[in-house]
């Protein structure tokens, strides 16, 4: 402990003969101490495992002192020594400072007899005590590190009915071993100074310290009596980090019962919000008896079976986030004209995350959200802005209007209807469960091929800015849905056969080339064993659209002139339509198996494994990505499920590379016909005007000189 | 995670989506209780599962009585034999660098890599070009290390520094509380200090020699590099790394749970500073 100023009469510290006594004898001290402490009669309690950890706290961290303390005490109380009379004053002297915390120890009951044995020897036998002792008291060495030790002893003796007796102990009225004689007088010393002495360090240890109104003393008695409560293992070791959080203490004691914390309120608040999803909804308390009338179907999918053929392939949040997750899209279906809803996936943000939910409207639901996309021309591709050189030619020099810009926007392609293509599905995002869905809007082309051009984290907030070049056309709710409609093109898969295209037999070979667009289950399907599942990847179809390079899933002509552009003058068109012939973009198929996806150099852009390998008859196949690592797709029988959890990027071996700025754009070119003539410097223009004046002022001179020849007036 | 707390650890930090088949878990529960028994260890972590393309490593590490002391790491590729990989060296984190992409599942298996040697001949200087064959076993050693050193983080107050010089856990650690611990300056990184001695004296006159011995969070660059978030309606703070994805902190407030997992590629996101 902290440094004690050294105290006049010090109490002895252990002959160190006793000490070589420890071994045999250290059981029985530990004993001995023990029943001391159950010490009724006193209801000091406390007194001697205070008294063995004491010791201990010196900063050497060696047992051998507290050991050497216990023993001789122990001894001299086995052998009825002056130690037995130690230890009755260390148990008058505690109750007056400390306040015991009763243990309940039945030992130390038993033992308590004991004890009060002892005290009557003591009583009875004082004088042959003190003389045996005077006999074989050797000086024992001081030890200043130990002051507790010290001090308690102190104050043992200043309560204590048996002054006198101790006070006639040689071992307490040791001097300092610096003065280096030995004290052995066994004359009773005069009360007056020792008394003294232990008033005084008690006052010194109760000032109170300059921060707060505690002293040394209270805090010390706090600390032990929460090392006595808790008990610790090793508490030597803890005992820095015990201090620091005793003293924390003073400064936030919990007082008021009534009021919540402030900085539990959120979490608090989520809690409301999670409990609300458990309650049924129009029913009320859950004691109510009456079930639901209709347990009909249920738009939302058995989450929980996901879950867990999940969970066999080490995927997937965990079992109460996902019941949470149910809750929260059972609300939503409440909530929403639904007709099918599938959890999607989880997305990983930065501040926060998206859980996204997959949903279809029933027939004719569609709330218009028509918003003037079109408009945005934000998309603008600068790389090929060569449309400004064109149309020079058509310049007319013979009124000088102005010229009007012959830069077209690029046509903006128009994104996709509501449940075609990359927007067959609607999808609705939360933060977390309980929380409040929010729809996300449909994906525009534009979007798409942006997003493929940048790589981005999502910060968690829909409405926040996508700062990136070339610059995204949204915020992030845009960014995320173009993301969304990425991954589900790229990693929807299910079984070889699940889905089959429906009997109409369309023309393969339409004008869009897109081929089929829709699929419908297949009710004969028998399952694929599973270990044909992780075999062969051919098993595995994809059944979304692959979105092509414009952005869409069907391919659109761009240059299919709008009512708007036609007005235009058909000259411009024919030289336009020259070299922008665009081609049809293709891409796979719907239904195509994945031994076709392409490889990421070199790499397999699809792992299987088997779920166990421990007992491949119950496993199941499980399908994981490269190419989006996070999209896993598990199937079992007749079932199969797709999942995306993850931070929503795709994965690439190089280093992702940013779009580069446009080029510079081209100066006019300066010919015969226009020469750009740099600007006079102010300096030049100086000189200039200053010629000028010189000649004027010689002009006028000769003028003058003229007129006054002439006498006439000129005009200047 | 601690292995004597893998289930409540796997449990808490399944946030990020990727975790272990109850298969798997099991077997972990009782191979890595025998690997403390047989190589003595104080405290056997459950470090993450690097993700191969033919099969994935399990990766365990074994810590001594002080825990700041080096890392045992051992790797498995079935959760039930474990094998002891050799300490990383500079020199096997410097030749590992060069070899991108995912790792291939087997420990065997040796990347080539072609480089260009100065090779002296008599007066004749010529490149030559080598080829070096690094095993699979070399780089994950590296990328472990790497990890480690990077984004292995514990929450202040976990351990503590006596003066006779070893580190121990802090058996009265009772967690952050919900302010401290949305604050990057509560983390520490769990190995050797480097920037502690760069703190101004005026800095290091507030900390606690026993506590903050360690470096925090706040200076890690780039700056942004960690996403801290509270899941569970507010009953968790999960730390992710963006500069290593797949490495998840998670730590209730309040309690004595913390731990941190990765499950992921091995693969440094060395395009973070585009995608902040």
């Known amino acids: 402990m902290g440094d004690l100023p050294p105290y006049p009469d010090r109490p002895p510290q252990q002959p160190p003969d006793r000490r070589t006594s420890q071994a045999s004898q250290r059981q029985y001290s530990r ?51 002056i130690g037995s009379m130690e230890y009755p004053s260390m148990n008058t002297g505690f109750p007056l400072e400390f306040q015991p915390q009763p243990y309940s120890d039945e030992s130390r009951i038993q033992a308590a007899e004991v004890t009060t044995s002892l005290m009557q020897r003591l009583q009875q036998g004082q004088s042959s005590l003190f003389q045996q002792l005077d006999s074989t008291f050797p000086e024992p060495p001081v030890n200043p590190l130990d002051p507790f030790n010290l001090y308690q002893t102190d104050q043992f003796s200043e309560g204590a009915q048996h002054g006198p007796y101790i006070r006639d102990d040689p071992a307490l009225q040791f001097s300092p071993s610096e003065l280096g004689f030995p004290h052995y007088s066994a004359e009773v010393p005069e009360p007056e100074p020792l008394e003294l002495a232990v008033q005084n360090a008690k006052a010194y240890l109760l000032q109170t310290s300059i921060s707060c109104d505690l002293s040394l003393y209270e805090h010390l008695v706090n600390l032990l009596t929460k090392i006595l409560n808790q008990r610790p293992e090793d508490p030597l070791s803890v005992l820095e980090s015990l201090n620091r959080t005793t003293q924390w203490e003073w400064f936030h004691p919990k007082l008021d019962t009534l009021r919540d914390e402030p900085e539990m309120q959120p979490t608090y608040e989520m809690a409301e919000k999670q409990k609300a999803l458990f309650t049924r909804s129009g029913g009320g308390a859950e004691g109510e008896q009456e079930m639901e009338e209709e347990v009909g179907e249920t738009p939302v999918p058995n989450i929980m079976e996901t879950a867990f053929y999940f969970e066999q392939a080490g995927v997937g949040l965990s079992s109460d986030e996902s019941f949470r997750i149910f809750l929260a899209m059972k609300q939503l279906a409440e909530q929403q004209p639904i007709h099918t809803c599938r959890f999607w996936g989880k997305i990983l943000g930065m501040n926060r995350s998206y859980l996204v939910a997959e949903v ?70 939360c933060n977390e469960p309980g929380l409040p869905w929010t729809r996300l809007p449909h994906v525009t082309p534009a979007q798409i091929v942006n997003a493929r051009k940048i ?35 790229a990693t929807q898969v299910s079984p070889l056969g699940f889905y089959q295209f429906s009997e109409e037999e369309g023309d393969e070979e339409e004008e869009g080339g897109a081929g089929r667009d829709s699929y419908e289950e297949n009710p004969d399907f028998e399952g694929i064993p599973v270990l044909e599942l992780v075999d062969s990847m051919a098993n595995w179809v994809h059944h979304t659209q692959h979105i092509l390079p414009q952005g869409r899933c069907t391919w659109v002509n761009p240059l299919q002139k709008t009512e708007e552009e036609e007005d235009l003058g058909e000259e411009e068109e024919k030289a336009d339509e020259g070299p922008e012939e665009v081609e049809q973009e293709v891409g796979p198929p719907l239904l195509t198996p994945l031994s076709e996806d392409a490889e990421i150099m070199h790499l397999a852009p699809w792992t299987t494994r088997l779920s166990c390998s421990l007992c491949p008859q119950y496993s199941v196949a499980v399908v994981r990505s490269n190419l989006w690592p996070g999209a896993y797709a598990y199937a079992s029988g007749k079932k199969f499920e797709n999942i995306y959890i993850g931070w929503g990027h795709k994965y690439s071996p190089e280093n992702f590379n940013p779009a580069l700025p446009a080029p510079i754009q081209q100066e006019y070119p300066s010919g015969p016909e226009i020469m750009e003539m740099s600007d006079p410097t102010v300096e030049e223009e100086q000189a200039l005007k200053a010629a000028q004046e010189q000649a004027l002022g010689a002009t006028e001179e000769e003028e003058e000189g003229e007129e006054e020849e002439e006498g006439e007036e000129t005009d200047d | 995670m601690d292995a004597d707390s893998l289930l409540l650890s796997l449990e808490l930090a399944s946030g990020s989506g990727q975790g272990l088949s109850p298969d798997r878990r099991a077997s972990l529960l009782t191979s890595l209780m025998l690997v403390k028994r047989d190589y003595r260890y104080d405290r056997v972590l459950f470090w993450g599962r690097i993700l191969g393309l033919v099969a994935d490593y399990y990766i365990a590490q074994g810590l001594s009585e002080d825990q700041l002391a080096q890392r045992k790491t051992l790797y498995s590729l079935n959760c039930t034999e474990w094998s002891l990989l050799p300490p990383a060296t500079e020199e096997m984190v410097a030749q590992s660098s060069v070899v991108k992409g995912r790792f291939m599942g087997d420990p065997s298996y040796e990347y080539e890599h072609t480089e260009l040697q100065k090779v002296n001949e008599g007066d004749k200087v010529f490149e030559e070009e080598i080829v070096v064959q690094i095993k699979e076993e070399t780089r994950l050693v590296s ?31 009772e967690g952050l509380s919900l302010s401290e611990a949305k604050k990057l300056s509560s983390y520490f990184h769990f190995r050797e200090p480097v920037e502690l001695k760069n703190k101004t004296l005026l800095e290091k006159a507030d900390l606690d020699p026993s506590l903050d011995f360690m470096d925090s969070l706040e200076h890690d660059i780039p700056k942004g590099s960690w996403s801290i978030q509270m899941e569970r309606g507010n009953a968790l703070v999960v730390l992710r790394s963006l500069l290593w994805p797949g490495l998840t902190f998670y730590h209730a407030p309040r309690t004595k749970h913390y731990g941190y997992i990765y499950v992921g590629t091995g693969e440094k996101n060395m395009d973070l500073p585009f995608m902040l």
């Open chain 1, 455 to 489: 790589k981005k984290f999502f910060t968690g907030y829909l409405d926040a800015p996508v700062v990136s070049y070339p610059p995204f056309p949204g915020n992030e709710a845009n960014y995320l849905r173009a993301q969304i409609a990425r991954i589900s093109a």
């Open chain 1, 360 to 429: 279809e409207f029933r027939e004719g639901e569609e709330e218009a959200e028509e918003e003037e996309v079109e408009e945005m021309t934000e998309g603008g591709e600068v790389m090929e802005a060569h449309g400004e050189e064109e149309g020079e030619e058509d310049e007319e020099k013979t009124v000088d209007i102005i010229p009007k810009p012959v830069w077209k926007p690029p046509p903006v392609i128009p994104k996709e209807e509501s449940r075609s293509g990359a927007n067959k599905y609607l999808y609705f995002v």
């Open chain 1, 31 to 81: 004993d001995q101490v023990q029943p001391l402490a159950a010490d009724p009669e006193e209801g000091q309690q406390i007194a001697p495992d205070a008294q063995r950890n004491a010791p201990g706290w010196s900063q050497r961290g060696s047992l051998s002192q507290q050991e050497s303390l216990l023993m001789p005490r122990a001894f001299q109380a086995e052998e009825a020594r």
């Open chain 2, 143 to 173: 990328v472990i290390d790497q990890i480690d050193k990077a984004v292995a983080i514990i929450p202040r107050g976990a351990l503590f520094k006596t003066p006779f010089g070893p580190t121990h856990v802090n058996r009265t650690f």
